[in-house]
């Protein structure tokens, strides 16, 4: 088992520019969400996919988007992109029959992609 | 607004003493709480979750945690430190049950010394 795959690893990018990144979850997961780790923060929730919709969003702004394709792979979209907008962009994933099955069900994270805006 | 703070961002500690990693959390209603580790260039692993029912939790690599209440507190603490803890640690909640969002700490940098 992979476990929870991200690519690219590093990305640069300058400002004004949009960026994808990519998810593929563990096998048997079927849900994915995104968080932004910017450096010496915690992670932070941006949003979360199920049934190739979205579900669950924190608090950025329309400039983030995303999507789940039908094997549940995700990507993570950032378009005019900012300086602030440099992290660590963590995607995790879990089973969501499972997540509703018990208070709480364990999310896998996947290692990140690092990106770097100039 | 739910908040989880983590009272230290950087701990020293030589190898085979106790640590205790300190967290509090903010919430007016029932929490679920949870603690991360990150190693570098690694995404997170959890360490252990509280949910419900005993207060103290116990969770993988030695590590254990006590749910205070009365404290808002989830402190982690592990008796004796080996090199291979060395790596970032994080508190996190999520506030009810069903949802995916994690509330996350600052995190703190547990640095293990030979």
């Known amino acids: 088992d992979a476990g929870v795959t991200q690519s690219p690893t590093h990305l640069i990018k300058t400002r004004g520019q949009q960026v994808t990144l990519r998810c593929s979850p563990k096998?048997?997961?079927?849900?994915v969400s995104w968080y932004q780790q910017a450096l010496g923060q915690g992670p932070q929730f941006i949003f979360q996919?199920?049934?190739?919709?979205?579900?669950q969003r924190g608090n950025f702004p329309d400039r983030f988007s995303g999507h789940q394709f039908p094997n549940y792979s995700s990507e993570l979209n950032v378009n005019a992109l900012l300086l602030g907008d440099s992290a660590l962009y963590l995607c995790?994933?879990?089973?969501?029959?499972?997540?509703?099955?018990?208070?709480?069900?364990?999310?896998?994270f996947g290692p990140g992609t690092r990106l770097t805006v100039l | 607004a739910q908040s989880v703070t983590q009272l230290d961002s950087q701990v020293p500690v030589f190898e085979e003493a106790p640590v205790e990693l300190r967290c509090n959390y903010s919430s007016s209603v029932s929490v679920y709480l949870f603690w991360y580790v990150q190693y570098p260039n690694q995404g997170l692993q959890l360490l252990l979750k509280y949910l419900s029912g005993s207060t103290l939790v116990k969770g993988i690599n030695g590590f254990e945690a006590e749910f205070n209440k009365s404290q808002t507190s989830f402190h982690l603490r592990k008796p004796s430190v080996h090199i291979s803890d060395t790596a970032e640690y994080f508190c996190?909640?999520?506030?009810?049950?069903?949802?995916?969002?994690?509330?996350f700490g600052k995190g703190t940098k547990l640095s293990v010394i030979p």
């Open positions: 096998s048997g997961h079927d849900t």
């Open positions: 996919y199920y049934e190739e919709e979205e579900r």
């Open positions: 996190a909640s999520n506030r009810r049950a069903g949802s995916y969002q994690l509330t």
């Open positions: 995790a994933s879990s089973s969501h029959r499972e997540h509703m099955a018990v208070p709480y069900n364990e999310q896998f």
